[in-house]
């Protein structure tokens, strides 16, 4: 998210510098790779971001059980 922010940023501010330029590329390339490993770990896990697997109450609390 905040390297989609910055590429924002940088398209509506100062894109007609070489440097402007050199790092939009950057951003951009940065971005395609996030978004595709972030894609592969979804597949992976078959969750999303922030998503549990288990069903409410079924979980496991930082991996431990309590005591009943």
């Given at each position: 998210?905040?390297?989609?922010?910055?590429?924002?940023?940088?398209?509506?501010?100062?894109?007609a510098s070489?440097?402007?330029?050199s790092?939009?590329?950057?951003?951009?390339?940065?971005?395609?790779?996030e978004e595709?490993?972030?894609?592969?770990?979804?597949?992976?896990?078959?969750?999303?971001?922030?998503?549990r697997?288990?069903?409410p109450?079924?979980?496991?609390?930082?991996?431990?059980r309590?005591?009943?």
């Amino acid at each position: 998210m905040r390297t989609r922010e910055a590429l924002s940023a940088l398209i509506e501010g100062r894109l007609a510098s070489p440097a402007g330029r050199s790092e939009l590329v950057e951003l951009a390339t940065r971005l395609i790779v996030e978004e595709a490993l972030e894609g592969e770990v979804r597949d992976a896990l078959e969750r999303g971001c922030y998503e549990r697997r288990a069903a409410p109450g079924q979980g496991l609390r930082n991996g431990r059980r309590t005591h009943r």
